[in-house]
C-alpha cells in the first residue's frame, strides 16, 4: 500500500448529512466501536479509541467551532524506506 500524502480537506455538507454524520459517530463512540466514514472519495476508520475535543476559534469577522476526532495511524501501515535509499 502506498504512503499516504498530507491532506488537510474541508468539506461544505447539507445540514441533513451533517446530522447523519454525527448520528452515527454518536452511536459508534458510545458503543466503543470503530467509526468508518468517506471524505472526499477517501474512505476513513477512526479507531475505538480515537481522542475526541471540541476546538473554538476567534477573528474579527468570524467565529469557529470544530468538533475533532484525532488518532495515530497504525505504524504498520506507514511506508518503510528500504535500505540504500
Known amino acids: 500500500m502506498p504512503g499516504k500524502r498530507a491532506r ?8 441533513r448529512e ?9 452511536d459508534a463512540l458510545e458503543e466503543g466501536r470503530a ?3 468517506q471524505v472526499a472519495g477517501e474512505r476513513l476508520t477512526v479507531p475505538a479509541g480515537a481522542t ?17 476526532v484525532r ?4 505504524p504498520a501501515t506507514r511506508p518503510r524506506l528500504r535500505a540504500g535509499r
Open 71 to 74: 488518532w495515530r495511524r497504525d
Open 35 to 37: 467509526f468508518k466514514i
Open 18 to 26: 451533517f446530522v447523519a454524520k454525527l448520528r452515527r459517530l454518536a
Open 52 to 68: 475526541i475535543s471540541i476546538e473554538h476559534e476567534r477573528d474579527d469577522r468570524t467565529e469557529e467551532i470544530e468538533f475533532q
Open 8 to 15: 488537510d480537506i474541508e468539506k461544505t455538507c447539507s445540514t
